[in-house]
């Protein structure tokens, strides 16, 4: 899910309709206060990453310091200066410190945040939010759908 006080947007990420692509896009939209919640896969992250880009969101002091506390103070620095840099192991270790902090709202139940269902935000997100940003989420037919989850 995605999270833009910016652009005041909601992006609920449904399974199987492309929504990893959507989210991809949509990174190079964020300011660090917005919010990427459960950066899904690690290839989202990777990708961003080995073409130079730090999705703002990954900018905040937070995970720097996870960063740090995981991989190093030079790691860290590195990382956010020159990402195109960093080989598959920093990459994976990028992505596992951006996730490790689950970004402000925790799931009760211990889940992650990418598939979350409209409810569940709403909750977490509250009224205020939820009622005046746009929310947007892409689904597909729902047979062809069956037919790619096998």
């Not at 994976?92 to 902090?101: G, I, Q, R, T, V």
């Not at 205020?128 to 047979?143: G, T």
Request: charged share 25%; hydrophobic share 40%; with cysteine.
């Amino acid at each position: 899910m995605i999270v833009s006080h910016q652009h005041r947007f909601i992006f609920l990420h449904s399974r199987k309709t492309a929504g990893s692509a959507v989210t991809l896009g949509l990174l190079r939209l964020l300011g660090p206060d917005d919010l990427w919640l459960n950066a899904p896969a690690f290839w989202i992250m990777s990708d961003a990453l080995r073409s130079g880009f730090v999705p703002p969101p990954a900018t905040r002091p937070e995970v720097r310091e996870a960063l740090v506390r995981r991989c190093g103070a030079r790691f860290a620095r590195r990382a956010l200066k020159r990402p195109e840099k960093l080989d598959h192991a920093g990459r994976k270790a990028f992505a596992d410190a951006y996730n490790s902090l689950q970004l402000p709202y925790p799931k009760r139940d211990g889940g992650g945040w990418q598939h979350v269902g409209a409810a569940t935000a709403r909750d977490h997100l509250g009224p205020q939010v939820w009622d005046s940003y746009l929310k947007f989420s892409f689904e597909r037919n729902p047979w062809e759908r069956m037919v790619s989850l096998y």
